[in-house]
């Protein structure tokens, strides 16, 4: 049986996803008010162990997916760069063939995205990206449960992105082209996204429009998106600190948007950078929402990966 792993949301296509939003909202459902830790009924990785790979820093990743191994009612646990072999220059390589040996699947969170494929090759179980530099698509599983606990259908949806072109726009670009939504990237001159996300999504059918005028990219738009303007491991420059300001999601821009318009924000924030504080906290907000369906979302990913979805 060929191992499936979950490095980018392309490797499960449309119809697996539209599955894992769906097994996850009934998951979801099913245990409303139940103890966070309980299993649920099925149980149905009874027996499994997730190794989870830490080379960055991590809440919501390292909790949702810890909790998700014990709703389905397996375990995980948690190596980092600082207290494993990782650290003192043990290959990828290695790793993925004594992991493979040890537990049932393995969760990388790592800057270069060629550790995850390099872990991927060597590994004979799966192996799902928890975030490298160019891509985040277990967020954006989240985020697309989000957006369809709202109401709102993904074909035809107009998502307004502000801010840096980084690894979770990446996704989204990924996830509108499988999903024919459409993108209106905001973003300052130098921080456009990855050149082969936007044509890849154009190419299977997403309209994406690259843009320097925030209140162009939300104006009627279904959805609002940013991140931080300085991701883990980059400097805080006050350059790009100053060139990001006008793209600060803000009561002005959000009322651009449609009225119903949640705005995202996958977390950690900086309120009163990407984000102000009356938008962060505002009845528009569903940040937090989004930060619970990352349990979700987790599950209904590695079911699929175990074949069981």
Not at 61 to 90: H, P
Not at 112 to 134: C, Q, Y
Not at 179 to 198: H, L
Request: aromatic fraction near 6%; glycine fraction near 8%; hydrophobic fraction near 45%.
């Amino acid at each position: 049986m060929t191992v499936r792993h979950f490095l980018d949301l392309s490797d499960a296509g449309t119809d697996a996803l539209a599955a894992m939003i769906d097994d996850a909202q009934q998951r979801k459902a099913a245990r409303r008010d139940w103890p966070k830790g309980k299993a649920d009924a099925d149980a149905p990785l009874a027996g499994h162990v997730l190794a989870m790979v830490f080379e960055k820093n991590s809440t919501r990743t390292r909790v949702s997916f810890d909790i998700a191994m014990r709703q389905l009612g397996g375990s995980a646990l948690v190596l980092d760069s600082a207290s494993s072999q990782l650290g003192r220059g043990e290959s990828v390589a290695d790793t993925a063939r004594v992991l493979s040996r040890m537990a049932d699947a393995i969760m990388l969170r790592t800057d270069d995205h060629a550790k995850a494929e390099e872990m991927a090759r060597h590994a004979s179980v799966p192996v799902i990206n928890g975030l490298t530099d160019r891509s985040h698509p277990c967020q954006i599983v989240a985020d697309l449960l989000t957006v369809v606990e709202r109401g709102k259908p993904l074909p035809g949806l107009e998502v307004a992105w502000l801010g840096d072109g980084n690894n979770v726009l990446h996704s989204i670009l990924e996830a509108a082209g499988l999903f024919k939504f459409n993108v209106r990237i905001a973003t300052p001159k130098g921080y456009e996204p990855d050149g082969e996300f936007v044509e890849t999504a154009r190419a299977r059918g997403a309209q994406v429009t690259l843009t320097g005028d925030a209140a162009q990219a939300t104006t009627g738009a279904d959805v609002v998106v940013t991140d931080t303007w300085v991701s883990m491991g980059q400097d805080h420059t006050h350059n790009k600190l100053a060139a990001m300001a006008p793209f600060q999601v803000n009561e002005a821009l959000m009322a651009r948007a449609k009225p119903d318009a949640p705005f995202l924000h996958c977390l950690p924030a900086h309120v009163g950078e990407e984000v102000s504080e009356d938008v962060f906290e505002g009845p528009q907000s569903v940040v937090f929402d989004e930060a619970e369906n990352r349990i979700h979302a987790q599950k209904s990913v590695l079911l699929w990966c175990f074949g069981k979805l």
